[in-house]
T-cell receptor, first 113, second 111 residues
């Protein structure tokens, strides 16, 4: 069965600092993995996805994630945080052929000036 | 191209009342989904529809019903609302690629 664990419900960084949001997954089949971002009072927007091609995936707004099979991880990074990155971030794994997603519980990112 | 739209944006119900949340997509997607989002819980799947005319239960279907009216529309009905159904509800759709596209959400409060 597939599952997703996001380490840290809240992460705070200073503007210009590295952003690292952690995601570990469990999957009995090669996984399809996603990161979504949710700004306050909005829906979810896709940041990036891994679908078994390149292990380093680049997304929007300068974010990227690296798929590491040996560590069952798909951590999200951004070299330099911006105030506009403050949001909640969700990692998700696709479940089954119907394309259902299983979400982690989310990590709220705060960016200090 | 509006993507995924949801109505209403906000709703307050009394315990026992019923209501229907509407969702529509204009991207010609086959699959549609209903999720609920609660603080610290992430998103949990209520029901989904892989294609027009089919619906299936997700992780938390109790207390809800759905209708896939046509390819564009997928509605969620609460027959007898309970305080435990206070949540933010998101509709999503997916075509052949893997990612889902989300609507802006409906904030429901049941008193």
């Amino acid at each position: 069965a597939q599952s997703v664990t996001q380490l840290g419900s809240h992460v705070s960084v200073s503007e210009g600092a590295l952003v690292l949001l952690r995601c570990n997954y469990s999957s009995s089949v090669p996984p399809y993995l996603f990161w979504y971002v949710q700004y306050p009072n909005q829906g979810l927007q896709l940041l990036l996805k891994y679908t078994s091609a390149a292990t380093l995936v680049k997304g929007i707004n300068g974010f990227e994630a690296e798929f590491k099979k040996s560590e069952t991880s798909f951590h999200l990074t951004k070299p330099s945080a911006h105030m506009s990155d403050a949001a909640e971030y969700f990692c998700a794994v696709r479940r089954g052929s119907q394309g259902n997603l299983i979400f982690g519980k989310g990590t709220k990112l705060s960016v200090k000036p | 191209n509006a993507g995924v739209t949801q109505t209403p944006k906000f709703q307050v119900l009394k315990t026992g009342q019923s209501m229907t949340l509407q969702c529509a997509q204009d991207m010609n997607h086959n699959s549609m989904y209903w999720y609920r989002q609660d603080p610290g819980m992430g998103l949990r799947l209520i029901y989904y529809s892989a294609s027009e005319g089919t619906t299936d239960k997700g992780e938390v279907p109790n207390g809800y019903n759905v209708s896939r009216l046509n390819k564009r529309e997928f509605s969620l009905r609460l027959e007898s609302a309970a305080p435990s159904q206070t949540s933010v509800y998101f509709c999503a759709s997916r075509k052949d690629s893997h990612e889902q596209y989300f609507g802006p959400g409906t904030r429901l409060t049941v008193t």
